[in-house]
């Protein structure tokens, strides 16, 4: 096999030593493939949804539902993104009865990688259902992260992600604000006049 410098030095980009289980809430942006708007259009700064949008809508919405320790915040699906904050909770909230007490004790905390792995493998498969397609690229790889780390960051990152579809034009996911994708450049997100860098996550 020929050597690939790209290929066989893929790494992420985060903050060494951080143990990425540790409860805690982040700002996530995950791109579609090629940042292809199949997931609806903004039109008088409102956001409407194709069916490929609602699947994502739905399979992000269950997160809490399949990884017991998620909570979700402010998100929202844009025409070829979506813009959440997850938190990671130290004990999962889950309604055992008294025999269950064993299986609460083995109540298994899910990294982030794994849940935005999760969501991503659930919703491409549904949208590639729908478009009758198999094995074809919905989602970019990895995905982009922001720790939160105080209360004023996520005040601003959740007006921030409300607000977007006002701001959509401006965009630096915006199609004709991208002069050439690359996947491993940082996103820089603007928020009430500060600046919030997003790494990226391979």
Not at 70 to 94: C, Q, R, T, W, Y
Not at 164 to 172: M, Q, T, V
Request: proline share 5%; charged share 20%.
């Amino acid at each position: 096999m020929k050597y690939d410098r790209n290929k066989h030095h893929r790494h992420s980009i985060r903050l060494p030593g951080y143990d990425y289980r540790t409860p805690g809430a982040y700002f996530l942006t995950i791109c579609s493939w090629q940042r292809e708007c199949l997931f609806g259009e903004v039109i008088d700064n409102t956001m409407q949804l194709s069916p490929y949008g609602k699947t994502v809508l739905f399979n992000w919405s269950i997160l809490p539902k399949r990884y017991q320790n998620v909570a979700l915040d402010n998100f929202i699906v844009m025409p070829n993104h979506v813009h959440g904050i997850i938190v990671l909770k130290d004990s999962p909230e889950i309604n055992y009865t008294e025999s269950d007490k064993l299986a609460l004790r083995k109540s298994k905390i899910h990294p982030l990688s794994e849940i935005v792995r999760g969501m991503k493998t659930s919703s491409a498969g549904r949208i590639n259902q729908m478009r009758y397609l198999t094995g074809v690229s919905v989602w970019q790889r990895g995905y982009y992260e922001h720790i939160i780390r105080n209360e004023e960051s996520l005040v601003a990152i959740r007006e921030y992600i409300i607000n977007n579809p006002l701001s959509w034009a401006k965009d630096e996911l915006y199609p004709h604000n991208s002069v050439k994708i690359n996947e491993s450049s940082p996103l820089s997100i603007e928020c009430n006049g500060k600046s919030y860098l997003q790494s990226i996550v391979l």
